[in-house]
């Protein structure tokens, strides 16, 4: 399976560049893996709605750029669906069976993802209902990405 993270804006803290690094290196055995980071868009936190959704949109139509038509994406949302670690190593292990190869997980900014890239979204996947600041979220998505791959292959880890 092919499983890329598609992220705005560059990584800037070193222990996430290290714990991703880390993740990365440990799924190489197990799945093609990659992160595309988008560049982000000037922000200020007084913009206006219309501001804010042209902000979203831009950074949307990059993220969009990235996504082959034939991949199956998953957009992180905190109003999305949540899933256990065993409802996502389920998710993926049926996309497999079923002839999906390729999965896509979005991450938004710091405005979060535009209308586009959510219809573009196949599923929605909540983290729970707190706000998670993008990069961290980065980091955790990647280590259950690995917790759902032990999962599927019945491989110790996931404790
Ligand atoms: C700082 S958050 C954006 C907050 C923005 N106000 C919103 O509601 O989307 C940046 C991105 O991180 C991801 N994210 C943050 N917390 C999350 C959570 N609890 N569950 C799923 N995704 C989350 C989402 O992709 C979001 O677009």
Do not use: C
Not at 7 to 17: A, C, D, S, W
Not at 28 to 38: D, H, M, N, T
């Amino acid at each position: 399976m092919f499983i890329q993270i598609v992220g705005v804006g560059k990584l800037k803290e070193k222990y996430l560049v290290q714990g991703i690094a880390e993740y990365s290196k440990r799924l190489a055995p197990y799945v093609k893996f990659q992160v595309i980071e988008v560049p982000d868009e000037k922000a200020p936190e007084n913009m206006s709605d219309a501001e804010l959704l042209q902000v979203q949109e831009r950074e949307g139509e990059r993220i969009l750029s990235h996504i082959k038509p034939d991949a199956h994406v998953v957009a992180l949302a905190i109003g999305g669906k949540l899933w256990s670690s065993e409802e996502l190593a389920e998710h993926l292990d049926k996309l497999g069976t079923y002839g999906t190869s390729h999965v896509v997980f979005v991450i938004g900014g710091s405005v979060g993802l535009s209308p586009a890239v959510m219809s573009r979204a196949q599923s929605k996947l909540s983290f729970g209902r707190m706000t998670l600041p993008h990069q961290l979220m980065r980091l955790v998505l990647v280590e259950q990405i690995y917790r759902a791959v032990k999962i599927n292959r019945g491989e110790p880890y996931h404790k």
